[in-house]
């Protein structure tokens, strides 16, 4: 019932920048929490950034300074701003959100976008 649509992602060469995209379809007032995971290869998922209701971002550290994450509670939509991309930035990336629907609580996983950070 709630689903998370990603757009963005491709290719960049290190240095570069680009923009990632979510927006969940789930009523609104019911998602808590909404962010972005990656996985690369041979790697277990990893947090990017989270925000949580009335809180601040959570960065992991490797993209602290370089990541931008960006929430609309009202519209179910988060944003993540990738500057200054590095080859270990390679990975699928997933728009993930945390809610409560139906009485219960959920975590759903948008089906990931591929960013390839490569000269």
């Known amino acids: 019932q709630v689903q998370l649509v990603e757009s963005g992602g491709g290719l960049v060469q290190p240095g570069g920048s680009l923009g990632l995209s979510c927006a969940a379809s789930?009523?609104?007032?019911?998602?808590?929490?909404m962010g972005w995971y990656r996985q690369a290869p041979g790697k277990q998922r990893e947090l990017v950034a989270s925000?949580?209701?009335?809180?601040?971002?959570n960065y992991a550290d490797s993209v602290k300074g370089r990541f931008t994450c960006s929430r609309d509670n009202a519209k179910n939509t988060v944003y993540l701003q990738m500057n200054s991309l590095k080859p270990e930035d390679t990975a699928v990336y997933y728009c993930?959100?945390?809610?409560?629907?139906?009485?219960?609580?959920?975590?759903?996983w948008g089906p990931g976008t591929q960013v390839t950070v490569s000269s």
């Open positions: 993930y959100a945390a809610g409560v629907l139906w009485g219960l609580e959920e975590n759903y």
């Open positions: 789930a009523p609104v007032g019911s998602i808590y929490v």
């Open positions: 925000i949580p209701n009335g809180r601040s971002t």
